[in-house]
């Protein structure tokens, strides 16, 4: 019975585009690609050199097949500024199959006439303002996990393991664990009973992320099928843990009649006050740092002691958005939680993960770091505070420029409920929109010269002009400075995370770069590496070398 629906499905998808290219009356893709499939692998192997062929071939408008549904990508300003930016006559969504499968309910992104009043929460949960209360327990898990790594350096350093007279660590699967932690302890702070082990239910996390984006096909031993599996088994220990949380949100709903605005100003008012509560304890602790006690880079890193005062901030603003979408059960609240964990965990993993090996990649860049960090240490001293990360202009220079050359998200996903016209192709509604970050950072006019004979702009092509492609001091300067920038979102839909995720990899990049040179053990990884749903290394190619400054 799957397989037929699988059939049905791409015979409609292959209708369905024969139809909408003839109606266009314009070709906007080859006349010919694989079945389902269509350009996933072109696009996992070389998404920037893919996507600017194309847009060469094609212009501004053309359609993509992956995995299994066919997007248009629309790299046209004037287009974007109404449908992207502003919103205009489409929705806010992730429209892939497995993805809505896993988190069940859409994200209140979506909800067009509460967007303003849900992401004004939001931002007091994760945003700016947010940040000096969720500084140290951030410090406390990074520090642990950034002592495990200088630990089994050392270890392999004294007697253990190659890697030149220095230690070696596998970071992708660390920058992981790493993200788990941050989004389960602090960001998300899931409150747990003590019969349940928080290091298994971390495990159930990362199975269910990795159905998120994938074929949608629950075939017995597939990603998904476990994924499900998984989300079954965390929605069963969720739902009793968050019992007195969701009965106390719910009542405050009734008493403000279930006015979406009163209630965001009631969640802000308590999100304030955890602020202050959060400083006391955070005082009379000594700060929040250091933890990591053995147990090795596997170990479950324990719930940091800013928990209970920062628990369910991101959480109660996606309930915030729910109950505005009148879906106001416990389930829902659990599943609240798991979109709160999707947004934090996987964000925090391929950012940290990207600027990691870039950094190692480039000894120039890492000096860079470290001569900014001695100045940072002399005017500041060596402990690290929320005021102390915000002044390292060229590391973060280092991360945004990471994010501009190897974007690891689409950058804008829109669904059309009205038609839009772009020059002479008018796309339909219900299509599928995508406004690659790679494409757009190609043609940055800000970066490129217009030239379309080469196979990708040079300030794009760390391949074959590394040192030239990767340079963060071009965000110092405005003359130099890009204008576009779409990794993390645009306009009014940007992810509301984004500065807690600079905080966290400076955080974690200052700390290692302070006591380490660090050195790409296979130099081709990312030649090696795929690119969707988000940049993974080939198997054994992302061990980074850790040698002592």
Same mark, same amino acid.
């Given at each position: 019975? $799957?397989?037929?629906?699988?059939?049905?499905?791409?015979?409609?998808?292959?209708?369905?585009?024969?139809?909408?290219?003839?109606?266009?009356?314009?070709?906007?893709?080859?006349?010919?690609?694989?079945?389902?499939?269509? $350009?996933?692998?072109?696009?996992?192997k070389r998404p920037a050199e893919f996507l600017f062929s194309r847009f060469k071939e094609f212009g501004p408008v053309f359609t993509l097949d992956l995995m299994g549904s066919t997007y248009w990508v629309v790299a046209d300003m004037d287009a974007q500024r109404r449908f992207l930016y502003r919103t205009e006559g489409a929705s806010a969504e992730i429209p892939i199959k497995s993805f809505k499968m896993l988190t069940e309910l859409p994200s209140p992104n979506s909800d067009?006439?509460?967007?303003?009043?849900? !992401?004004?929460?939001?931002?007091?949960?994760?945003?700016?303002?947010? /940040?000096?209360?969720?500084?140290?327990?951030?410090?406390?898990?990074?520090?642990?996990?950034?002592?495990?790594?200088?630990?089994?350096?050392?270890?392999?350093?004294?007697?253990?393991?190659?890697? *030149? *007279?220095?230690?070696?660590?596998?970071?992708?699967?660390?920058?992981?664990?790493?993200?788990?932690?941050?989004?389960?302890?602090?960001?998300?702070?899931?409150?747990?009973?003590?019969?349940?082990?928080?290091?298994?239910?971390?495990?159930?996390?990362?199975?269910?992320?990795? *159905?998120?984006?994938?074929?949608?096909?629950?075939?017995?031993?597939?990603?998904?099928?476990?994924?499900?599996?998984?989300? +079954?088994?965390?929605?069963?220990?969720?739902?009793?843990?968050?019992?007195?949380?969701?009965?106390?949100?719910?009542?405050?709903?009734?008493?403000?009649?279930?006015?979406?605005?009163?209630?965001?100003?009631?969640?802000?008012?308590?999100?304030?006050?955890?602020?202050?509560?959060?400083?006391?304890?955070?005082?009379?602790?000594?700060?929040?740092?250091?933890?990591?006690?053995?147990?090795?880079?596997?170990?479950?890193?324990?719930?940091?002691?800013?928990?209970?005062?920062?628990?369910?901030?991101?959480?109660?603003?996606?309930?915030?958005?729910? @109950?505005?979408?009148?879906?106001?059960?416990?389930?829902?609240?659990?599943?609240?939680?798991?979109?709160?964990?999707?947004?934090?965990?996987?964000?925090? !993993?391929?950012?940290?993960?990207?600027?990691?090996?870039?950094?190692?990649?480039?000894?120039?860049?890492?000096?860079?770091?470290?001569?900014?960090?001695?100045k940072v240490i002399a005017e500041y001293g060596s402990e690290l505070s929320y005021k102390v990360v915000s002044d390292m202009p060229y590391l973060e220079a280092v991360v945004k420029e990471a994010m501009r050359l190897l974007p690891p998200a689409a950058g804008g996903m829109r669904v059309l409920s009205e038609p839009l016209t772009v020059g002479d192709v008018t796309l339909p509604t219900g299509a599928l929109l995508l406004s690659y970050s790679f494409l757009m950072h190609?043609?940055?006019?800000?970066?490129?010269?217009?030239?379309?004979?080469?196979?990708?702009?040079?300030?794009?092509?760390?391949?074959?002009?590394?040192?030239?492609?990767?340079?963060?001091?071009?965000?110092?300067?405005?003359?130099?400075?890009? +204008?576009?920038?779409?990794? @993390?979102?645009?306009?009014?839909?940007?992810?509301?995370?984004?500065?807690?995720?600079?905080?966290?990899? +400076?955080?974690?990049?200052?700390?290692?770069?302070?006591?380490?040179?660090? +050195?790409?053990?296979?130099?081709?990884?990312?030649?090696?590496?795929?690119? /969707?749903?988000?940049?993974?290394?080939?198997?054994?190619?992302?061990?980074?070398?850790?040698?002592?400054?």
């Open positions: 019975m $799957d397989y037929m629906q699988l059939l049905v499905g791409l015979l409609a998808i292959l209708l369905a585009s024969i139809l909408l290219l003839r109606s266009s009356g314009k070709r906007l893709s080859p006349r010919f690609r694989v079945p389902l499939l269509g $350009d996933t692998i072109k696009m996992a067009r006439v509460n967007h303003a009043t849900w !992401r004004k929460a939001t931002m007091a949960a994760v945003g700016p303002h947010a /940040l000096h209360t969720l500084f140290p327990p951030v410090l406390e898990v990074i520090r642990a996990h950034a002592d495990r790594w200088t630990q089994q350096a050392q270890q392999q350093q004294g007697g253990g393991g190659g890697g *030149g *007279g220095g230690g070696q660590l596998q970071i992708y699967r660390a920058c992981r664990k790493l993200g788990l932690d941050l989004s389960v302890d602090v960001v998300a702070g899931v409150d747990l009973p003590q019969s349940v082990d928080r290091g298994e239910f971390k495990k159930q996390v990362e199975v269910w992320l990795d *159905g998120l984006f994938v074929l949608p096909l629950a075939l017995p031993g597939t990603k998904l099928a476990r994924a499900m599996a998984a989300k +079954k088994w965390l929605l069963a220990t969720l739902m009793p843990a968050l019992s007195d949380v969701h009965g106390r949100f719910s009542k405050q709903w009734s008493q403000v009649g279930g006015d979406m605005a009163a209630m965001s100003e009631l969640l802000i008012q308590q999100l304030d006050q955890q602020e202050g509560d959060d400083m006391g304890a955070s005082s009379s602790s000594g700060g929040g740092g250091g933890g990591g006690g053995g147990g090795g880079p596997e170990a479950a890193a324990p719930a940091p002691q800013g928990q209970q005062q920062s628990l369910f901030r991101l959480p109660q603003a996606v309930m915030l958005g729910f @109950f505005g979408l009148k879906a106001t059960g416990l389930r829902e609240s659990a599943i609240a939680v798991l979109q709160a964990v999707a947004a934090a965990a996987d964000t925090t !993993r391929v950012t940290l993960f990207t600027v990691l090996a870039l950094v190692a990649m480039s000894p120039r860049v890492q000096e860079e770091i470290f001569a900014e960090q001695q190609c043609i940055d006019p800000a970066l490129w010269d217009g030239d379309t004979s080469v196979d990708v702009p040079a300030h794009m092509d760390w391949r074959n002009n590394f040192e030239g492609a990767f340079r963060p001091e071009r965000w110092l300067s405005e003359e130099t400075k890009p +204008k576009y920038y779409y990794t @993390f979102g645009v306009g009014k839909h940007m992810c509301a995370g984004i500065h807690l995720v600079y905080m966290e990899v +400076k955080t974690m990049v200052a700390l290692l770069v302070r006591k380490h040179r660090l +050195k790409l053990q296979t130099p081709d990884m990312f030649e090696r590496a795929t690119w /969707l749903p988000f940049t993974t290394p080939a198997p054994g190619t992302d061990t980074v070398l850790f040698e002592p400054r």
